[in-house]
């Protein structure tokens, strides 16, 4: 009673429902369920980077193996077409319940601005997925597909992406992802023709690597064309005029001559940890052969 | 100078495409009388949409032969009660049967456009765990409501709507006395 009565002299009637969502949410109420995710997913992001600027092989092979099982199986933290299919409606998860989902959509968005795909070649699941078959599979497994075709071949991506925007746009039927990304599978649920036709696609990548990431994915398509803006892009040598040995190394049909193919480049450093080796890259060879000519033969007369 | 036209040419192509889709936006179906028998089976009749927030009335009565008779409950759109609540893409459509006790009769997935709507929301077992159910259980995904893995965006999107759209009715037309 007399709480009835402070409150009506305070000019605001006591709450008689009692429901704890009236209270206003403070950011302990907002963050106590998420911080654990985002804490997580935090680690996970930093680990990536980490082993991007180390350009560590085994680092990288760590976050292979989180993005798959943390990242994929976990989580199902994927970009699918169904986030570009957001983007166009602006239909987005409500910001203060998802801050782990907006942490690693923003991470994806900047990364790609900053340094290229680099969510392709170390934060998606089934890219980090392929991508370890390629290590664990013997090499003599692999069919090399030819140049010219690789290079037209790479260019379905933007076909697919096109025409799954369109259809997307005229009939606003999202389901369509199911049938041109595999990364429902990380979900576990699937139809019949869906695990068969993963099936297939897994099968034909045990002989060509990463082949769904290089020719087929709509969201690479996506990251890949926004790589156009990429502020940090990789290094070459003059003598990469010359030179094919990065051009061979590379996985991903993403050197040309002395031409890094943005939409290509997933930023596996391959070629990176090449420029850096000074007993193998040309660049470095000839820099010590040079060097090793001024220091020697000024130096003979004394000798 | 390259890059800064590749940027005019990717955001005039992405400013194209978001208009051709919003041009076929998503309404809240305007005729969802045939659900109405699934959530309240013993209805005698129903009101037209109406009232602050909008919702139908349900009768036990027939309101034709007895004008007077009060409601036995109440049908509404969670996407007119709570229009900013979304989930994964966008708002679920819920229609939510509710009596004057503050028990959830039933509910209705209209439409939904999450991806992962197949094995979150569309399973009839999801909308079975509200039937009643009381407005002050605490509707917490992974305590009364079963929270299902890779969807939890989803599943705390759906139980946000209908928790706050429940309420936000009781609130307005029930007594805290009347509500168990």
Request: hydrophobic content about 45%; charged content about 15%.
């Amino acid at each position: 009673m007399i709480g009835l009565v402070l409150s009506v002299v305070e000019g605001q009637p006591a709450d008689p429902w009692g429901f704890e969502e009236v209270a206003v949410e403070t950011w302990a109420d907002i963050l106590g369920p998420q911080y654990l995710d985002l804490a997580l997913l935090a680690a996970f992001l930093v680990l990536a980077w980490v082993s991007f600027t180390r350009k560590s092989v085994p680092l990288k092979l760590v976050t292979f193996a989180l993005a798959i099982g943390y990242m994929g199986f976990a989580k199902s933290y994927l970009i699918s077409i169904t986030n570009i299919f957001s983007v166009l409606d602006w239909n987005w998860p409500v910001p203060q319940y998802n801050l782990a989902w907006y942490l690693f959509f923003g991470f994806t968005v900047v990364s790609t601005i900053l340094w290229g795909r680099l969510y392709c070649g170390r934060i998606c699941a089934y890219g980090a997925l392929t991508q370890t078959l390629d290590v664990v599979l013997p090499a003599r497994w692999r069919v090399e597909v030819p140049r010219p075709i690789e290079k037209r071949a790479s260019l379905i991506k933007f076909g697919v992406l096109a025409v799954v925007l369109g259809y997307y746009v005229l009939t606003h039927n999202l389901l369509i992802y199911q049938y041109v990304e595999p990364f429902w599978m990380f979900g576990l649920f699937g139809t019949t023709a869906m695990w068969v036709g993963l099936g297939a696609l897994l099968t034909a990548t045990l002989f060509v690597r990463n082949l769904y990431c290089r020719f087929l994915c709509p969201v690479g398509a996506t990251l890949g064309l926004m790589s156009y803006l990429t502020v940090f892009r990789i290094k070459r040598w003059s003598e990469c005029n010359t030179c094919k040995m990065c051009q061979k190394t590379c996985q991903w049909g993403a050197i040309e001559g002395p031409k890094i193919l943005v939409t290509e480049c997933v930023r596996c450093d391959d070629c990176e940890r090449l420029y850096a080796d000074t007993q193998k890259c040309p660049h470095w060879r000839i820099i010590e052969y040079q060097s090793r000519k001024i220091q020697v033969l000024p130096l003979q007369p004394i000798r | 100078m390259k890059r800064f036209g590749v940027l005019i040419l990717m955001l005039s192509t992405a400013g194209l495409v978001t208009l051709a889709a919003q041009s076929r936006r998503i309404f809240t179906n305007p005729r969802p009388e045939p659900h109405f028998k699934a959530l309240f089976p013993n209805a005698a009749g129903f009101s037209a949409l109406g009232g602050t927030p909008l919702h139908y009335k349900v009768y036990g009565e027939d309101p034709k032969a007895n004008p007077g008779a009060p409601p036995i409950g109440f049908i509404f759109w969670t996407t007119d009660l709570v229009p900013n609540e979304r989930a994964y893409h966008g708002p679920i459509h819920f229609l939510v049967g509710m009596d004057m006790r503050g028990i959830i009769q039933g509910v209705v997935v209209d439409y939904n456009s999450e991806p992962y709507g197949y094995f979150s929301v569309d399973p009839p077992q999801f909308v079975a765990q509200f039937k009643n159910k009381s407005i002050r259980d605490p509707f917490r995904v992974g305590g009364d409501i079963q929270a299902v893995s890779r969807a939890s965006i989803t599943i705390n999107g759906a139980a946000r709507a209908l928790r706050d759209a429940s309420r936000t009715m009781a609130k307005t037309f029930l007594s805290p006395d009347q509500v168990q």
